[in-house]
C-alpha cells in the first residue's frame, strides 16, 4: 500500500508516518510538507492523508489537482477548521479527522481507508479513447508494442490500436510493470519467471530484459509482500 501525508509542520507529519509504520509496516510511506510537492512528484497513491490549511496552495485545491490525475486515490483531510468540511465532501473526500489526531481514532480510519483502496484496485479501469472502450485492469494479461501499434492482450480478447506504450502505460497502476521495450505485464498474472521470460497465466511467455532482471524481482516481490495477488 502506498500511502502520503501532506502537512506543512514537520512534527504533524512525522507523527502521522511514525502511527502509518506501526499500523501497516509493510506500506511505503512517503510525506511533503506542501500540496505543490506532492503534484510535483508525479506519484500514484493508494491512500492520501492531507492537511488543509498550508502555505501556498491549500488541501482542497491540491486534492482537486490530486483527483484529476488519480480519481480512485482515498483522501483523508486532516486539520483543525471544521468550515471546510462540505469542500472535502465535494471532492468525495473518505474521511475528515480533526487535530489533534486521536491514535485509536488514527488507526481505525486507517484500516477503514485500506480496504476501501482495496476495493478501488480491483474494480480500477482504462479507457482506450481509439476504440471507445473502458477495460478493467484486472481483465488485461500484457501489453505490446507492434511498431505504430499497441496491442493489448486481455480476458476479452485482443485488442489493436495505434499508440505508444508510454501512453499507455500513463494510465496503468503500479500493478504492471515494463519487463521490455516492446511488453508491459499485470504482476497479478504472472504464474512464473526466468532470467530471460516471464509466463502468464494464459500460457503465453514474454521477453524479460536481461538488464532488468533485478529491478524486476524487486518490483515483483515488493508487489507480493504489499497485498498483490499472483496467478502462481
Request: proline residues 1%; contains cysteine; aromatic residues 10%.
Amino acid at each position: 500500500m502506498d500511502i502520503a501525508v501532506v502537512d506543512d509542520e514537520k512534527e504533524i507529519r512525522e507523527y502521522l508516518c511514525g502511527l502509518i509504520r506501526k499500523q501497516k509496516p509493510k506500506s511505503r510511506v512517503k510525506s511533503y510538507a506542501a500540496g505543490e510537492e506532492l503534484l510535483a512528484a508525479g506519484e500514484r497513491f493508494d491512500i492520501v492523508f492531507m492537511d488543509v490549511k498550508m502555505d501556498g496552495m491549500n488541501g482542497i485545491e491540491a486534492a482537486r489537482s490530486l483527483r484529476e490525475r488519480q480519481e480512485e486515490t482515498v483522501l483523508i483531510f486532516i486539520t483543525g477548521i471544521k468550515e471546510y468540511v462540505f469542500d472535502a465532501l465535494d471532492l468525495y473526500a473518505f474521511q475528515y479527522l480533526l487535530k489533534p489526531v486521536d491514535e485509536k481514532k488514527f488507526e481505525e480510519v486507517l484500516d477503514r481507508a485500506e480496504k476501501e483502496a482495496g476495493r478501488k484496485k480491483e474494480r480500477r479501469e482504462i479507457f482506450i479513447k481509439a476504440k471507445n472502450l473502458t477495460l478493467a485492469e484486472a481483465d488485461i494479461l500484457y501489453i505490446e508494442s507492434r511498431g505504430k501499434k499497441v496491442e493489448i492482450h486481455s480476458a476479452r480478447g485482443d485488442i489493436e490500436i495505434y499508440g505508444t506504450m508510454e501512453e499507455l502505460g500513463e494510465q496503468l497502476s503500479e500493478s504492471f510493470y515494463r519487463c521490455h521495450r516492446a511488453y508491459i505485464v499485470n504482476m497479478a498474472q504472472i504464474a512464473e519467471y526466468g532470467s530471460d521470460s516471464i509466463l502468464l497465466a494464459n500460457g503465453d511467455s514474454v521477453y524479460l530484459a536481461k538488464k532488468k532482471y533485478g529491478e524486476f524481482v524487486k518490483t515483483y516481490m515488493w508487489y507480493l509482500q504489499n497485498g498483490g495477488v499472483s496467478s502462481v
